[in-house]
């Protein structure tokens, strides 16, 4: 069965990174227990650059000008699924402490 979903979800992901990265977002909300918020938009490591290299150009004159910017923000809060991801997260870690102990032998 998990088989079966394993592969379904593989199919479908592909086809939708959208919802894959809505899904990680709430995923990491709830393992951490907190907040996680975004601008909405996949590459805010260019966006960075650019921000950066507009202080130094002058066209910005301080980083508070730039918190002023208006940028979509999205945020995602731990929800109902915050003990399943615990759970999922330390299922993981163990798997992966077994695993080191196997290539350690």
Do not use: C
């Not at 909405?40 to 004159?61: I, K, N, W």
């Not at 730039?66 to 995602?76: F, G, I, N, P, T």
């Amino acid at each position: 069965m998990i088989e079966l979903f394993n592969i379904a979800a593989a199919y479908f992901f592909r086809r939708d990174v959208k919802l894959l990265n809505l899904l990680l977002k709430k995923f990491l909300a709830d393992l951490l227990g907190t907040e996680v918020a975004t601008i909405g938009m996949p590459d805010v490591s260019a966006l960075g650059a650019a921000l950066l290299a507009g202080l130094q150009r002058g066209t910005f004159e301080d980083t508070h000008q730039l918190e002023q910017l208006d940028m979509a923000r999205h945020a995602y809060g731990p929800g109902p699924g915050a003990e399943m991801a615990r759970a999922s997260y330390e299922g993981w870690k163990n798997t992966v402490a077994r695993l080191v102990a196997l290539q350690s032998q």
